[in-house]
C-alpha cells in the first residue's frame, strides 16, 4: 500500500474502528429525521453514499472503481466535499448534494486530504505531503490561495473547523504521540488540549463551539469523548474492550450523536446515540464497512 493512502485512510477512519457491543443496542428510531452522508465499501469499493436518519433510503452519490471517502456536508448542506484517489493519489473533490457536478479542488502528485468547511463555506481547511510531510492548510472554495498554517516535522493533520469560526481543532504528532491541538484559523496561537502518550484525534465541535467530540485509545481500544473546548471535562461516551468506535458527529442540533463501531459482527457499521452516550441504536446492518458519518444541515441554513 502506498504511503499516500495509508496516511489518509488512517485519517480518514479516525484511526480505524472495530467495537464490541455491552449494552443492548436498540432499532433505529423512526421518529428521528434527516440526513446522513457516509462512505462504505457495500459496492465493492468506498464509495459515498447517504441515507435517511432511520437508516433507509440509501442512495449512492459517487461511482467510479477508485476510492470516494471522507464527506463534510457545506455548511447550507447543498454540497459535499470529499476525498478520492480517482487520479491516482488522494485529492479533495466537492460535488452537489445529489452527486452531480463533481468539481476538483486540488492537483498534486501527494495526498490531500481529511478536508472540513470553514463555517460560511468559503474555505476548506485539509492535510497535505506537499511540502514533505502531513501539515494543514486551507484553501478558497475555487482553489486559490492555498495557505499553509502548520510547519513542523512531525504529522499534522484531520482539520475540524469551530463553528465559531474563531479555532481549528487537529491532530498533531509533535511530542512523539498524537494529540489534539487548537490554533486560530491564520495558524497563530497552537494551544495543546491532549496529553497522554496514546492517540487522539478530533471530531466535530458541538453548535455553540463549547465542546470538542474526538476519538482516543487512552483506555487500550479506540473509544468515543467528548471535552469542554479547553481541553478539561473529558467524559467517555462508549466503553467497550473487544472491539474500537471512533468518527463521530453531531446530530440532531446536539441531541445525538453519529459515529462507527465494529460491534456488529466485527464489521464497520453506523450507530447513533444519545449526547450522553446512552440509548444506542444501529443506523446500518451489512457485511460492509461503513465509515465518517456525517449529518446533514438543514439546506439553505446560511443566509
Known amino acids: 500500500m502506498k504511503k499516500e493512502?495509508?496516511?489518509?485512510?488512517?485519517?480518514?477512519?479516525?484511526?480505524?474502528?472495530?467495537?464490541?457491543?455491552?449494552?443492548?443496542?436498540?432499532?433505529?428510531?423512526?421518529?428521528?429525521?434527516?440526513?446522513?452522508?457516509?462512505?462504505?465499501?457495500?459496492?465493492?469499493?468506498n464509495e459515498i453514499y447517504l441515507m435517511d436518519a432511520d437508516g433507509t433510503n440509501i442512495t449512492r452519490l459517487t461511482y467510479n472503481i477508485s476510492n470516494d471517502i471522507n464527506p463534510e456536508w457545506h455548511p447550507k448542506g447543498n454540497k459535499?466535499?470529499?476525498?478520492?484517489?480517482?487520479?491516482?493519489?488522494?485529492?479533495?473533490?466537492?460535488?452537489?448534494?445529489?452527486?452531480?457536478?463533481?468539481?476538483?479542488?486540488?492537483?498534486?502528485?501527494?495526498?490531500?486530504?481529511?478536508?472540513?468547511?470553514s463555517p460560511n463555506g468559503s474555505r476548506i481547511a485539509f492535510f497535505s505531503d506537499r511540502d514533505g510531510d502531513p501539515e494543514i492548510y486551507v484553501i478558497d472554495v475555487d482553489g486559490t490561495n492555498v495557505t499553509r498554517l502548520t510547519e513542523d516535522t512531525c504529522m499534522d493533520i484531520n482539520p475540524h473547523w469551530s463553528p465559531d469560526g474563531s479555532k481549528i481543532a487537529f491532530c498533531s504528532g509533535r511530542i512523539g504521540d498524537s494529540d489534539i491541538y487548537v490554533m486560530d484559523v491564520n495558524g497563530a496561537n497552537k494551544e495543546q488540549l491532549t496529553d497522554n502518550n496514546k492517540w487522539d484525534s478530533?471530531?466535530?465541535?458541538?453548535?455553540?463551539?463549547?465542546?470538542?467530540?474526538?476519538?482516543?485509545?487512552?483506555?487500550?481500544?479506540f473509544e468515543v469523548y467528548l471535552m469542554d473546548a479547553d481541553g478539561t471535562n473529558v467524559t467517555q461516551l462508549t466503553n467497550n474492550a473487544e472491539y474500537q468506535e471512533g468518527s463521530p458527529a453531531w446530530a440532531l442540533g446536539g441531541e445525538k450523536i453519529v459515529f462507527v463501531s465494529g460491534r456488529y459482527k466485527g464489521d464497520f457499521e453506523i450507530y447513533m446515540m444519545d449526547s450522553d452516550g446512552?440509548?444506542?441504536?444501529?443506523?446500518?446492518?451489512?457485511?460492509?464497512?461503513?465509515?465518517?458519518?456525517?449529518?446533514?444541515?438543514?439546506?439553505g441554513e446560511l443566509p
Request: aromatic share 10%.
Open 5 to 45: 493512502f495509508a496516511i489518509a485512510w488512517m485519517i480518514v477512519m479516525a484511526i480505524g474502528v472495530l467495537f464490541s457491543i455491552l449494552m443492548p443496542v436498540m432499532a433505529a428510531d423512526e421518529n428521528v429525521t434527516g440526513r446522513i452522508a457516509f462512505s462504505s465499501n457495500m459496492d465493492g469499493n
Open 80 to 117: 459535499i466535499a470529499f476525498c478520492s484517489d480517482r487520479d491516482g493519489d488522494f485529492e479533495i473533490y466537492v460535488m452537489d448534494a445529489d452527486g452531480t457536478n463533481v468539481t476538483q479542488l486540488t492537483d498534486n502528485t501527494v495526498a490531500d486530504g481529511c478536508q472540513c468547511w
Open 202 to 221: 478530533p471530531g466535530e465541535w458541538a453548535s455553540d463551539s463549547s465542546k470538542l467530540l474526538f476519538s482516543s485509545d487512552r483506555d487500550g481500544d
Open 278 to 299: 446512552t440509548n444506542i441504536t444501529q443506523m446500518t446492518t451489512n457485511f460492509a464497512d461503513e465509515s465518517d458519518p456525517v449529518w446533514a444541515p438543514s439546506v
